[in-house]
């Protein structure tokens, strides 16, 4: 015989919502199968970065071979150490990325690392780009945060198949 949660999992997969976890109570998955359904599963698309640079910084630099799939972010990171970012957030990896909104119903998109060293999630702005510092592949994982002003949908992309380069 299924358990609540069991069944609620089975009903957010319906949804396209992968992300239940096992110390999820009922009321938290309830609430991540409104927002598949108000969302959907790809209500915003992640992708690497189609511009050259940011903040003076080649894209090039940054990292190689930078792909999202699966709920997955891979590629290799390369270590800065001089340029904008390094004086703005210190020596480390950054990953360059490109949003794309999939469905008209979100209002707001907040993006980020969770958990992060210091900002938290930010707001996209109109040219849906963004330059994230990664601390630590292993346990941070990217999250983008869709809202319609009533329900919140999150997805959560992870980082540990990153290859972080010092070179």
């Known amino acids: 015989m299924d358990t609540i949660s069991s069944a609620l999992t089975k009903i957010a997969n319906i949804y396209g919502v992968t992300d239940i976890d096992s110390n999820d109570t009922s009321a938290e998955i309830i609430d991540k199968i409104a927002g598949g359904m108000v969302f959907g599963s790809s209500n915003v698309t992640v992708a690497a970065a189609t511009k050259s640079s940011y903040w003076g910084t080649q894209v090039s630099a940054m990292q190689t071979s930078l792909a999202v799939s699966g709920g997955k972010i891979t590629g290799t990171l390369h270590k800065l150490t001089s340029g904008q970012l390094v004086t703005d957030w210190g020596e ?5 990325l490109k949003f ?27 040219d849906m780009d963004g330059v994230f510092k990664v601390t630590n592949k292993d346990s941070q994982k990217f999250e983008v945060l869709t809202s319609n002003g009533v329900v919140d949908f999150a997805q959560f992309y992870d980082l540990s198949e990153l290859v972080l380069s010092d070179e």
């Open 92 to 96: 480390g990896y950054f990953m360059a």
């Open 100 to 126: 794309t909104k999939d469905n008209a119903a979100a209002t707001s998109i907040k993006v980020g690392l969770s958990p992060s060293v210091s900002s938290g999630l930010v707001e996209l702005d109109a």
